[in-house]
């Protein structure tokens, strides 16, 4: 099975901040990565797929980059909104596998 | 509006069986495959299992494999999770979320909580 190792696990930032996300896999993954965005007492949304590739809804402050073993999802100016829980997901094979999550907690 | 709709979750004890059930609408159900993911309280997501469209293939997480049976009713627009021989560990929230094949899951539930206690 593929590992996906997240890091870190918690953040502090402030609004305003660019910060960066890491997930790296076990074993190339192409670019079958997704990263979803949950708040507290939701159902986590999808916010990229395919590695780079924002959801309708996803302001053009997020983005995601990385291929094979080693992906990113860096916001580049932090919203009040933005203070949530990210995952990262791998769905290369079965079974599909998240990392640990990254919760951004306000500074 | 593409909507997903869990019940079926209560407290129940170890050993026991329930039966989850996940109500589909807005969308064209019997052409996406469909998930159960499962969040253990104040932890992270972790997938269960994956139905294909047809319900022809069926993948399951080890930790599950063998007790939790994943099924779906196209006629009825509705998927299931069957799950047996309940373990404190299975206590979560269950999610169901739709494929999007090459996206990931971009549609789902607002959860129902499996409770699994003496």
């Known amino acids: 099975d593929i590992q996906m190792t997240q890091s870190p696990s918690t953040l502090s930032a402030s609004v305003g901040d660019r910060v960066t996300i890491t997930c790296r896999a076990s074993q190339s993954i192409g670019s079958w990565l997704a990263w979803y965005q949950q708040n507290p007492g939701q159902a986590p949304k999808l916010l990229i797929h395919?590695?780079?590739t924002l959801e309708s809804w996803v302001p053009s402050r997020f983005s995601g980059s990385g291929s094979g073993t080693e992906f990113t999802l860096t916001i580049s100016s932090l919203q009040p909104d933005d203070f949530a829980t990210y995952y990262c997901?791998?769905?290369?094979?079965?079974?599909?596998?998240f990392g640990q999550g990254t919760k951004l907690e306000i500074k | 509006q593409v909507h997903l709709v869990e019940s079926g979750g209560s407290v129940v004890q170890p050993g026991r069986s329930l039966r989850l059930s996940c109500a589909a609408s807005g969308f064209t159900f019997s052409y996406y495959g469909m998930h159960w993911v499962r969040q253990a309280p104040g932890k992270g997501l972790e997938w269960v299992a994956l139905i294909s469209y047809d319900g022809s293939n069926k993948y399951y997480a080890d930790s599950v494999k063998g007790r939790f049976t994943i099924s779906r009713d196209n006629s009825k627009n509705t998927l299931f999770l069957q799950m047996n021989s309940l373990r404190a560990e299975d206590t979560a929230v269950y999610y169901c979320?739709?494929?999007?094949?090459?996206?990931?899951?971009?549609?789902w539930g607002q959860g129902t909580s499996v409770t699994v206690s003496s």
């Open positions: 395919k590695a780079s």
């Open positions: 979320a739709k494929e999007l094949t090459g996206f990931g899951m971009n549609v």
């Open positions: 997901q791998e769905y290369h094979g079965y079974p599909y596998t």
